[in-house]
């Protein structure tokens, strides 16, 4: 049984223009996408300037994608992460946070997501401050449906390393200080994991006391090393039986949007087909179905150059010419090929420390 699937939009780098994430909305609402979280790293007014309000201008736009998604079948979400909180949590943090809830309720948001990813954590009863906060920010919304990514929201070590050490039980502390209702993300035993089996989800879900909501980290592609490939495969490494452990399943998309449609779409197959799955069949009918019958053939042939090679390995002769034949081809994933070949959607560690 394939649990709730959605959209986390929570890549760093460069974003996605709402003509994109509308196109992105058409293609995958009809095939069982069911929501969609608005959470870029790049977007300063959710991250590290949340205290400020959007422009009007910025509030439309929000407000007339949601009705969007709502008119494709889809709820509207968006990402806050209370930079600072951690530290502290004051009376002008609470009115700065009830006042940002008080815009994003008149924008019109469906879900609400709380964020606590990319900040230091090695605090003392951070999981009662974290759901201290929450509670200040879930009371204060008009949203029907509300998640939280914990500071650690894998097992990766990784995290550790970067945010300083976690607390001991603190994924166990924070499930047992929510509310029941409030659904906890998780990227799996590493930050983009390779596989998750349903023997991990189950003892992810005994230790926060209900079934995780999957952050799905493919087909994302940011960060220096991962931005030199274009992530196009279907996905592989998720098993149906893992649906029944979840309480949702969002993906991570790739920078680039109409590609990042391709692996998509293989995603409610995985659930549909179980164990008649097939990875290599079900990118053909994705690729054939988002790009057409010659670009998709491209896409096929290309595929161990686009995805494993890496940009910074080919050669200025070998990258002219696939620009040639992609630029031939009048698409917008086509498009994006020649985009990513010159360079144009290249992360920066400094993008990492700053978005």
Same mark, same amino acid.
């Given at each position: 049984?394939?649990?709730?699937?959605?959209?986390?939009?929570?890549?760093?780098?460069?974003?996605?223009?709402?003509?994109?994430?509308?196109?992105?909305?058409?293609?995958?609402?009809?095939?069982?996408?069911?929501?969609?979280?608005?959470?870029?790293?790049?977007?300063?007014?959710?991250?590290?300037?949340?205290?400020?309000?959007?422009?009007?201008?910025?509030?439309?736009?929000?407000?007339?994608?949601?009705?969007?998604?709502?008119?494709?079948?889809?709820?509207?979400?968006?990402?806050?992460?209370?930079?600072?909180?951690?530290?502290?949590?004051?009376?002008?943090?609470?009115?700065?946070?009830?006042?940002?809830?008080?815009?994003?309720? /008149?924008?019109?948001?469906?879900?609400?997501?709380?964020?606590?990813?990319?900040?230091?954590?090695?605090?003392?009863?951070?999981?009662?401050?974290?759901?201290?906060?929450?509670?200040?920010?879930?009371?204060?919304?008009?949203?029907?449906?509300?998640?939280?990514?914990?500071?650690?929201?894998?097992?990766?070590?990784?995290?550790?390393?970067?945010?300083?050490?976690?607390?001991?039980?603190?994924?166990?502390?924070?499930?047992?200080?929510?509310?029941?209702?409030?659904?906890?993300?998780?990227?799996?035993?590493?930050?983009?994991?390779?596989?998750?089996?349903?023997?991990?989800?189950?003892?992810?879900?005994?230790?926060?006391?209900?079934?995780?909501?999957?952050?799905?980290?493919?087909?994302?592609?940011?960060?220096?090393?991962?931005?030199?490939?274009?992530?196009?495969?279907?996905?592989?490494?998720?098993?149906?039986?893992?649906?029944?452990?979840?309480?949702?399943?969002?993906?991570?998309?790739?920078?680039?949007?109409?590609?990042?449609?391709?692996?998509?779409?293989?995603?409610?197959?995985?659930?549909?087909?179980?164990?008649?799955?097939?990875?290599?069949?079900?990118?053909?009918?994705?690729?054939?179905?988002?790009?057409?019958?010659?670009?998709?053939?491209?896409?096929?042939? /290309?595929?161990?150059?686009?995805? /494993?090679?890496?940009?910074?390995?080919?050669?200025?002769?070998?990258?002219?010419?696939?620009?040639?034949?992609?630029?031939?081809?009048?698409?917008?994933?086509?498009?994006?090929?020649?985009?990513?070949?010159?360079?144009?959607?290249?992360?920066?560690?400094?993008?990492?420390?700053?978005?």
């Amino acid at each position: 049984m394939a649990p709730p699937l959605g959209i986390i939009e929570g890549y760093f780098g460069r974003r996605w223009s709402w003509a994109d994430r509308a196109a992105v909305v058409r293609i995958l609402a009809p095939a069982g996408y069911s929501f969609f979280h608005y959470a870029p790293k790049g977007e300063e007014k959710l991250r590290r300037k949340w205290r400020e309000p959007f422009s009007d201008a910025d509030a439309r736009q929000l407000s007339d994608f949601a009705e969007l998604c709502r008119s494709s079948g889809m709820r509207f979400g968006v990402g806050l992460t209370p930079f600072g909180c951690n530290a502290g949590f004051d009376a002008e943090d609470r009115a700065a946070l009830k006042t940002k809830l008080a815009q994003l309720d /008149d924008i019109g948001i469906d879900d609400l997501a709380l964020l606590f990813d990319d900040m230091e954590g090695s605090f003392d009863a951070l999981a009662e401050r974290q759901a201290a906060i929450a509670d200040v920010a879930f009371g204060s919304s008009g949203a029907s449906a509300r998640f939280l990514c914990p500071s650690y929201y894998s097992d990766d070590p990784v995290l550790d390393r970067v945010f300083g050490a976690r607390p001991p039980r603190y994924l166990e502390d924070l499930g047992s200080a929510l509310d029941p209702s409030v659904a906890v993300y998780w990227t799996g035993e590493e930050v983009c994991a390779r596989a998750i089996s349903p023997g991990h989800l189950g003892d992810v879900a005994e230790r926060l006391g209900r079934r995780p909501a999957l952050w799905d980290n493919w087909p994302v592609n940011d960060g220096p090393r991962m931005s030199q490939h274009l992530h196009l495969r279907a996905f592989t490494g998720r098993s149906s039986a893992g649906g029944e452990l979840l309480s949702h399943h969002a993906i991570n998309p790739a920078s680039q949007p109409q590609l990042s449609c391709i692996p998509a779409l293989t995603l409610p197959r995985v659930y549909a087909e179980g164990d008649g799955y097939r990875y290599g069949a079900a990118f053909r009918e994705a690729a054939l179905s988002v790009c057409g019958e010659e670009l998709a053939a491209m896409l096929e042939a /290309d595929l161990l150059t686009l995805q /494993d090679s890496g940009l910074d390995r080919f050669a200025e002769e070998r990258k002219a010419k696939l620009i040639e034949r992609y630029a031939a081809v009048d698409h917008p994933a086509a498009r994006e090929v020649v985009e990513w070949l010159k360079g144009g959607y290249a992360i920066t560690g400094e993008e990492l420390q700053t978005q």
